[in-house]
Every structure is written in structure tokens, then in C-alpha cells.
Nanobody
Framework: QVQLVESGGGLVQPGGSLKLTCVISRNIFMFEVVAWYRQAPGKERELVARRRSGFTAEYVGSVKGRFTMSRDNAKNTVYLQMNSVTPEDTGVYYC?????????WGQGTQVTVSS
């Protein structure tokens, strides 16, 4: 059983920053993909950033240059640094991991961008 636990969400003003954390209960190297998704109110869940094994992180166009995905392999932890946030970044952010056959999700952490 794999557990993903996100934290770090909250209320932030437009232009501010927030850092999300995802702690993975298994060795991070067992996963082919580690990713962050988000779901805005009334919208479908969308990919925000992902890192495939052996590749650098990739980002959806709307967050490029503002968000940075990183990881601490020793802690089996993935981060999402969010800078220059806008109200359009509001949503529940989910951590996601994938092997060749299985996929895992965290419970999500709410991010609200508002003045």
C-alpha cells in the first residue's frame, strides 16, 4: 500500500508564494512518474507538473516560469514551489505517483488565491 500525504496549502494573496509538500510512504525510485495535479471548482482535474524517471520536470503552460517541482529522494518527498500566484491557481492540489501498472493519489490540499 502506498500513501501520499500533501500539506502546505492555504490562503495566499495574488502575487504571493506557497510551497506544497508530498510525502510518499515508499521509496520514490519505485515510481515511473511523480506529478502534481489540481482541480479548480467546477473544472476537471488537470496536470500541473510531472517528472518522469530519467527526465527533468515538465509543466503545463499556465504555470511555466512560476512553479517549480523538486524532490528530496532521501525523504521520499516531492515539493511544488508556487510563485506569483493568481486567482486562477485556486484549487485542490493532488500529489500523484505511477508505476507501470498502478497509480496512487493523495487526499489533496486546498490552495486559495484571494485578496
Amino acid at each position: 500500500q502506498v500513501q501520499l500525504v500533501e500539506s502546505g496549502g492555504g490562503l495566499v494573496q495574488p502575487g504571493g508564494s506557497l510551497k506544497l509538500t508530498c510525502v510518499i510512504s515508499r521509496n520514490i525510485f519505485m515510481f515511473e512518474v511523480v506529478a502534481w495535479y489540481r482541480q479548480a471548482p467546477g473544472k476537471e482535474r488537470e496536470l500541473v507538473a510531472r517528472r518522469r524517471s530519467g527526465f527533468t520536470a515538465e509543466y503545463v503552460g499556465s504555470v511555466k516560469g512560476r512553479f517549480t517541482m523538486s524532490r528530496d529522494n532521501a525523504k521520499n518527498t516531492v515539493y511544488l514551489q508556487m510563485n506569483s500566484v493568481t486567482p486562477e491557481d485556486t484549487g485542490v492540489y493532488y500529489c500523484n505517483t505511477r508505476t507501470q501498472t498502478l497509480e496512487y493519489w493523495g487526499q489533496g490540499t486546498q490552495v486559495t488565491v484571494s485578496s
